[in-house]
């Protein structure tokens, strides 16, 4: 009995062995076959595109460049005589002399409170007189012919 027992258990563990075996032989990876290398395809040589233009400034751009110019020529001038002409030049871009001239002094909630509002011609010659310019352009308004009817400004 006592070799049947043994036996039994050799048969036994051999045969858990072999199935660990197959079972260890069927997890472990298989070489590949080894396929030839695809020849890669031409590629054709594409020319980069130029970067896109940049979009055509607005009519309004170009009026606020041009006033934020005029307004430091006149603060710079070197005396009253050059003041004057650069304030002669700048009326001229403005649909007349009472162009109202509006200066934001505190925004809330979209809500704007304004100074006293004043005309171009004296808003020039305040900068004629203090030769500082503390304002910039917040909103233009333009009317049929090109030239300013409405500015308002804002402090640097």
């Known amino acids: 009995m006592k070799q049947k027992l043994i036996s039994f258990s050799v048969n ?4 858990i062995a072999m199935v660990a075996m197959l079972a260890m032989g069927a ?9 030839p290398t695809p020849v890669p ?19 309004e751009e170009i009026a606020a460049e041009n006033l934020e110019n005029a307004f430091n020529s006149v603060a710079n001038a070197g005396n009253v ?3 004057n002409q650069s304030i002669q030049q700048a009326l001229g871009m403005f649909s007349n002399q009472e162009t109202p001239v509006l200066i934001v002094i505190h925004e809330e909630n979209g809500i704007k409170d304004y100074d006293e509002p004043t005309t171009i011609k004296k808003y020039l010659d305040y900068l004629k007189d203090t030769k500082k310019n503390l304002n910039y ?4 308004r333009l009317d049929a012919n090109g030239k300013v009817s409405e500015l308002e400004l804002r402090r640097k």
């Open 81 to 83: 005589t050059v003041a």
């Open 137 to 140: 352009i917040s909103d233009i």
């Open 27 to 35: 997890c472990k990876s298989k070489k590949k076959v080894v396929e």
């Open 12 to 15: 036994r563990s051999l045969l």
């Open 41 to 59: 395809a031409k590629v054709e040589q594409v020319a980069p595109t130029p970067p896109p233009a940049p979009p055509a400034r607005s009519a």
